[in-house]
């Protein structure tokens, strides 16, 4: 299939998804599940295994979150600048998660969704080499990366400080649902990583890497428009 036709048609498909999102009215990238939500609304005092299979889960179904790292290991071959990156992003994240939490610093969450949803479009460009033309003026990639973490960790905060955690046990839980998170990370990125080290291999990688990324920024352009539109259609 040409490449034209192959991105459209994927554009297509991504927008009858976000058409369906649209239309059940409410975010769903970073909100913990119903029976969840009523789990740690209603817990009191240290719960920490509970806590970290919750930060895992939400990571694993955090789709924003593991489009954001698809990009960013997209073109790294080598563990070691893996690692590095990963690092970074989650020590941006688990900053803004803990402390966001636990200095009760409140933000609109749909608004900092479209940050975490730039995020994915940055990353995107950047691959496709859009970027290469600001020279000097070029964000410094690792930079980036961890300044993206923090908003990827306050989306994360805002998530847990609507369900108002009971003061007891606060900081055992915040810490336990982080590590939860990071678990899930590993997962994710593991499997991404897994498909990537395979796809590499193959000759349509170098010859698809573009489309590949065009289809992710479009992603990422249909839920920042998807949280914006909730933005609006919440007030």
Do not use: C
Not at 64 to 78: E, I, K, P, Q
Not at 79 to 86: L, N
Not at 111 to 127: F, G, P, Q
């Amino acid at each position: 299939m040409p490449r034209t036709q192959l991105l459209n048609s994927t554009l297509r498909v991504l927008a009858v998804l976000l058409t369906a999102m649209l239309a059940v009215g409410a975010v769903h990238a970073h909100n913990i599940a119903d029976g969840d939500a009523a789990f740690v609304a209603g817990n009191a005092g240290a719960a920490i295994f509970a806590f970290i299979y919750l930060g895992a889960k939400h990571m694993v179904t955090g789709y924003d979150h593991l489009l954001f790292l698809a990009g960013v290991v997209f073109f790294l071959s080598r563990p070691g600048q893996i690692v590095q990156y990963v690092t970074l992003f989650a020590v941006g994240h688990s900053i803004t998660l803990i402390f966001g939490v636990l200095a009760d610093i409140h933000a609109n969450a749909y608004l900092i969704d479209a940050v975490i949803a730039l995020s994915v479009v940055y990353k995107a460009l950047e691959n496709m080499g859009a970027l290469d033309r600001l020279g000097r003026w070029h964000p410094d990639t690792r930079l980036a990366v961890l300044v993206f973490g923090l908003f990827h960790g306050f989306g994360l905060a805002t998530s847990l400080q609507e369900l108002e955690l009971h003061p007891d046990g606060l900081i055992i839980n915040l810490i336990s649902f982080n590590i939860g998170v990071e678990i899930g990370q590993i997962i994710g990125l593991s499997l991404i990583v897994a498909v990537f080290s395979v796809w590499r291999r193959h000759p349509s990688f170098a010859n698809t890497a573009f489309v590949s990324n065009a289809v992710l920024m479009s992603a990422g352009f249909m839920l920042l428009i998807y949280q914006l539109t909730a933005w609006q259609l919440a007030g």
